[in-house]
């Protein structure tokens, strides 16, 4: 039986990131503007805690690069080691897949949250809507 009162990742649907997604990322958007177009063939995960998914993050993959997208933790369990819980897993999970380098655009606000695995900024700033961005990779 699952424990769910310790923090654990496991998989999810791309519909089960929704509301994650929609509530962190873009809350002032409809929830259909956090679907990606290719969310059917990508891997999600979730953190869930208390049986609440508070965590979600969702991994495309091509040949042996992954690009992640729509990483969110709920703003109540952020600074909690939840994203750190996460984004090992996810690397992790690359490593068994033999994905050897993982690619996604930061908001600026995270890049030391990135910085602390590794993660290396490449290339200027540049804004979706109105929130700043950078493009960050890691070589696993």
């Known amino acids: 039986m699952l424990n769910t009162t310790i923090p654990q990742v496991i998989k999810l649907n791309w519909q089960q990131t929704i509301p994650v997604r929609h509530q962190v990322l873009w809350p002032n958007e409809a929830p259909e503007f956090c679907q990606v177009e290719s969310d059917a063939e990508a891997l999600h995960f979730g953190v869930i805690l208390n049986e609440k998914i508070i965590c979600v993050a969702s991994l495309y993959l ?9 990483f969110a933790t709920l ?3 952020q600074g909690r080691g939840i994203g750190s819980l996460m984004l090992n897993h996810l690397i992790d999970a690359l490593k068994m897949l033999d994905i050897n380098y993982l ?3 930061a908001r600026a606000s995270a890049l030391p ?6 993660c290396t900024q490449s290339g200027d700033i540049f804004y979706k809507n109105t929130v700043p961005y950078y493009k960050m990779h890691i070589h696993l």
Request: glycine fraction near 4%.
């Open 62 to 70: 091509e040949k042996n690069t992954a690009r992640l997208r729509k």
């Open 75 to 77: 703003e109540h369990y």
């Open 103 to 105: 690619w996604f655009d």
């Open 113 to 118: 949250f990135y910085q602390r695995f590794g």
